[in-house]
């Protein structure tokens, strides 16, 4: 559903209020986000847009989680690659399953950052998340997530694309300057091994935090020592450092 | 990763500060598109606007390929609309612009057909979206 000036109630002001109201059956209401463009006639045709798809540590966790009504999160991700006409009729789609981006913003741009973080793995078995001791989460097994880099990929290549994996640090928790308690960060590799197959096999590139830090994100004064999220300067160091690339 | 331990992760993480550099050099902005996971009733994180309230506590989070609200009954808001479901107030100094058009994308999920539910602009009339067609597709 397109938001628009003709829209009733639309105004050209800051903070304009999209609201929710009702719903006919359980369920029924189910908003994966919202778009905003500065036109008031709907997108460009170019530009820099941003998704803020999810918390992006916690992505893992999504992703291995089955969703209402079945499915795994990744068929989902498979479904938003294909054509808006095609249902997919099996999980994960089978061989005949197109690639042509059809649905656009806001996947489908010609210059994708993927970061599927990677933070938050538990994959064998299950733990608990680092923030709380009760919710116990299991991230996707490492075949699957690089079957899905793999795809993103696929389909931003047939569009003359460009992709660049971000990959954020994850320290040992073992020998590094910062704790990484509740998290199984001995994983971590078998994820970032993904993300360098899918660009070597896939001619996309990856900027890797994991080695620019490595065991000394404290030291740095990029992670503070109880927590592998980067701080303030963390993510500006990242930023900038992205930045310099693209 | 993704700029929780920042002070304000709507513009102090990484993306958003890479999305405030690359304007800065020039480029035109797009758009944004933002989850309903940015909201308090997902996050604990202080920031300076998340964009989605949940105005009703939705008892998962486990819809569409990233984890939206699931509501898990009919509803119809008291009070011609004033306590709706949720809303999302685009965050304008966050983003760096005034947004004045909007696409909502949403999950059309397998179940009973004639389903629908409602949003409005600013507190203008409803809008209705027919739903449940057996789809079982993301639209906008």
């Keep these: ?246 | 990763m993704g700029g929780s331990a920042s002070t304000d992760i709507m513009t102090k993480s990484w993306w958003a500060l890479w999305c405030k550099g690359i304007i800065n050099r020039g480029f035109t902005r797009y758009g944004d598109f933002l989850s309903p996971m940015h909201s308090a009733a997902y996050s604990s994180l202080t920031v300076s606007a998340w964009p989605f309230v949940m105005d009703l506590a939705p008892t998962q989070w486990s819809v569409g390929p990233n984890s939206g609200p699931f509501f898990p009954a009919q509803y119809t808001p008291l009070n011609n609309g004033s306590n709706p479901l949720m809303h999302y107030v685009h965050p304008t100094a966050a983003l760096g612009y005034r947004g004045r058009s909007f696409d909502i994308v949403y999950f059309d999920p397998t179940g009973a057909s004639g389903a629908s539910w409602t949003f409005n602009v600013n507190g203008g009339t409803a809008q209705t979206i027919p739903n449940m067609t057996g789809g079982n597709r993301l639209l906008r």
């Design chain 1, 1 to 246: 559903m397109s938001i628009t000036s003709t829209t009733p109630g639309w105004a050209d002001a800051d903070n304009q209020v999209v609201i929710f109201v009702s719903q006919t059956l359980a369920g029924a209401m189910q908003v994966v986000g919202v778009s905003s463009y500065p036109g008031s006639s709907g997108p460009g045709t170019s530009g820099v847009g941003f998704v803020w798809a999810a918390f992006s540590g916690m992505t893992l966790y999504e992703l291995g989680k089955t969703q209402v009504g079945g499915g795994s999160k990744f068929y989902k991700i498979e479904q938003l690659l294909g054509p808006t006409t095609a249902v997919p009729t099996v999980d994960p789609p089978g061989t005949g399953w197109p690639i042509s981006g059809g649905f656009g913003f806001p996947f489908n741009s010609r210059l994708m950052f993927v970061g599927l973080y990677v933070d938050g793995n538990l994959y064998p078995g299950t733990g608990l998340a680092g923030n709380t001791t009760t919710m116990a989460i299991s991230g996707a097994d490492p075949m699957d997530f690089r079957h899905y880099l793999r795809r993103l990929r696929q389909v931003n290549e047939a569009q003359s694309g460009s992709l660049l994996f971000t990959i954020g640090n994850v320290p040992s928790g073992a020998t590094s300057d910062v704790s990484t308690t509740g998290y199984k960060s001995q994983n971590i590799d078998s994820y970032i091994d993904q993300y360098d197959s899918v660009a070597r096999a896939r001619g996309c590139a990856w900027l890797s935090h994991h080695i620019l830090w490595g065991e000394k994100g404290f030291s740095m004064g990029f992670q503070n020592a109880n927590d592998l999220h980067p701080n303030d300067a963390g993510n500006q160091a990242r930023a900038n450092d992205i930045l310099a690339v693209t």
